[in-house]
């Protein structure tokens, strides 16, 4: 993973960190555990990375509740 992708992450992290009031460490074990992290995220970072934060956090809480991860 280079640089613009992790920083990137460790962005979409804390978004939704604060967006779902669960501690960072939390939702980057639920992202990993369930395979958005490296199956959805990093590889969709060229798309991903050009969205709005409202859209992004959107996109991917939807992606969570679809995979189960979250209610």
Same mark, same amino acid.
């Given at each position: 993973?280079?640089k613009?992708t992790?920083?990137f992450?460790?962005?979409?992290? &804390?978004?939704?960190?604060?967006?779902?009031?669960?501690? #960072?460490?939390?939702i980057?074990m639920r992202? *990993?555990q &369930?395979g958005?992290l *490296?199956?959805?995220?990093?590889? &969709?970072y060229d798309?991903?990375?050009?969205?709005? &934060?409202?859209?992004?956090?959107e996109?991917i809480?939807?992606?969570?509740? #679809?995979?189960?991860?979250? #209610?």
């Open positions: 993973m280079d613009k992790l920083e992450v460790t962005y979409c992290i &804390s978004k939704l960190s604060h967006f779902l009031k669960l501690p #960072q460490r939390e980057y992202l *990993y &369930s958005i *490296y199956d959805y995220i990093v590889p &969709s798309v991903l990375h050009t969205f709005g &934060s409202h859209y992004l956090i996109d809480t939807d992606y969570m509740r #679809q995979k189960g991860v979250l #209610q």
